[in-house]
């Protein structure tokens, strides 16, 4: 007689797995996150197999041929440069974002774009109907490209179709939550499922060579849904950010196995679907107003790309006992800080004064050479004191109240001169090409030299 499958509790958090259910998971402390999967057989396609013999497998040096990867150019110029030059065959890619931020379209607008350069995609939905996909493909002008479309769930129909006929060479799967096997006694989205179709669409494509785009979906904290193994599993993960109120939507790369990690690529949501921004430097400054005080331009880096972008900062009497601090596409601990470092080491107290701090466009910075534009930011609300508008800032911050210098610093600056900017406070140090550059550059070491020289601009 056979044995009943056994039943284990999963975390749908961390992957954890306990032999008895808890309210709490002891790996991530999440509470309610454990839930009863059953074990069963390997799911189709996974290559796992509980017959399976080893055997002894040759070694191989590391000395040889460096062999470039070979790239599937999309066409859209900004989804290459994120990927570091096109998507790679037998590469599986993690796309993930807020629901409605535009990833569907994203991904149709892709394979639309690879199949009409004669190669062969194909479209699998989870979640819309085929009448909603070409819905959306006669409103994006692409239903004319012969891209496959097939609404379909079930992870061992999903691998009969891709074994039937010519090898794809694109694979959409919108999303990878909606996939189940049939042979998993869990439910679609489970840690179990997600982790079984993952494995299974990979190993395809590395045996056939195509890649692969899987959609996934994000948390309420922003990460994507699922385990982490997940995100470890696939070469290449991808980030689509923007607010619901800008039109603007930032792809960035946190993992690329093939490619430079934290690039961006800059798109604007249109009727027509998403339009790439070749210079968002103009786009980030095109509405700013000029004359304001507590604004300051920062000339960041994302990835290998110079960007310029809007701090703006705000810093008013509080009426309340413990002053406000609010920040947005900034870290708030980074805030605090300067703050800090303000108070102690220039002599300027923020201590009865609610703060207010704002990247414009929507556009988050991670980068720490920005500490020095907000604090400028900061000191012209709070003096009243506008800082002139052909002038960019940057630097770090350190807690003794010292700048330290930025890295890529002449690429920051050729940036600004070409967008028409002027004049530079940068920190003291680090390389300069001052044959390319025509522009008034100050240097300063510590912060208290900050408000020196902003005052002296006036």
Known sequence: MAKAPKSTYVCQSCGAVSTRWAGKCIECNEWNSLI???????????GISRTTRAKERDLESLDGDELEAPRITTGIEELDRVTGGGIVPGSALLIGGEP???KSTLLLQVAAAIASAGKKAIYFSGEEAPAQVRLRASRLGLSKSPVGL?????????IATLEKGARPDLVVVDSIQTLWADNLDSAPGTVSQVRAATQSLIRFAKNAGCA?????????????????VVEHMVDTV?????????TYRILRAVKNRFGPTDEIGVFEMVAQGLKQVKNPSEMFLGDRDKEAPGTAVFAGIEGTR??????????ANSPLGTPRRAVVGWDSNRLNMVLAVLSARAG????????????????????PSADLAAAAALLSSHTGLAIPSDQVIFGEISLSGA?????????????????????????????IDSKALDMKIQHITHVKMLAERLASCQ
Request: no cysteine.
């Open 348 to 367: 300027i107290s923020f201590a009865q004064s609610d703060v207010y701090l704002n990247v414009a466009g929507g556009l988050r910075i991670t980068e």
């Open 403 to 431: 700048v330290r210098p930025a890295t890529h610093t002449t690429t920051r600056l050729k940036e600004a001169q070409k967008l028409g900017f002027k004049k530079a406070i940068i920190p003291d140090g680090g390389d």
């Open 212 to 228: 692969v785009l899987l959609v996934g979906h994000v948390t309420k904290d922003g990460q994507i849904a699922g385990p982490k």
């Open 150 to 158: 097939v609404a379909e769930t079930n992870l061992s129909s999903i």
């Open 36 to 46: 009863e999967e059953t074990r069963s057989a390997p799911p189709p396609g996974s």
């Open 100 to 102: 409605g931020i535009g």
């Open 238 to 246: 991808l980030y689509f950010e923007g607010g619901q109120g800008h």
């Open 306 to 315: 110079p960007v310029l972008v809007e701090i703006q900062a705000l810093v």
